[in-house]
């Protein structure tokens, strides 16, 4: 491939340089092979249109935000002026959520725009409180959930 006729310049400075995780990062990333994704190769090969790469091409309805919420009332918060359907009692409901995006285009009436949510359970790890998997308990703001949102969809994010 492409990627073989490379030749990478890092810099860093001596003091942090020696820091064996570093230099370990640094190792693994030199020997292994580099993916980079199908949606952006001719794009990075400098032949393709860069419109390609934007965020509204292939986004993805249905995404799994596995511990992003805290509880269903913080998700209602995340998507002030959104219509949420939950599948499932309000009352009971718990993270994680996988929410279906429905509607959501580029058209410019927001307020028509429908989440389909759907909670579930996690797989039992084991009957120990240690294999409980840890879970997010820090509520992100609105503009972090599209971040997430942004990310976990093809196309280049930037966040700033």
């Known amino acids: 491939p492409v990627y073989k006729t490379f030749n990478i310049l890092l810099r860093r400075k001596p003091k942090e340089n020696n820091f064996k995780a570093v230099l370990q990062t640094i190792r693994e990333l030199m020997n292994s092979r580099t993916v980079v994704p199908p949606w952006i190769h001719d794009i990075f090969l400098g032949y393709g249109d860069p419109e390609e790469a934007r965020r509204s091409v292939g986004i993805t309805p249905t995404i ?17 002026g959104k219509k949420i359907v939950l599948e499932g009692d309000a009352a009971t409901v718990a993270p994680p959520f996988r ?8 058209d410019d009436n927001a307020s028509e725009h429908t989440l389909r949510v759907t909670p579930y359970s996690n ?3 084991g009957p120990y409180p240690m294999d409980k998997p840890k879970a997010n308990h820090v ?3 609105p503009v972090q959930i599209e971040a997430v949102r942004s990310g976990v969809n093809p196309g280049l994010t930037m966040v700033m």
């Not at 799994?64 to 002030?80: G, R």
């Not at 929410?99 to 580029?106: L, N, Q, S």
Request: proline share 6%.
């Open 64 to 80: 799994d935000f596995v511990d992003t919420f805290v509880s269903y009332e913080h998700l209602q918060a995340c998507f002030p």
């Open 99 to 106: 929410i279906t995006f429905v509607g959501d285009g580029d």
């Open 123 to 125: 797989i039992n790890m």
């Open 139 to 141: 509520p992100f703001t």
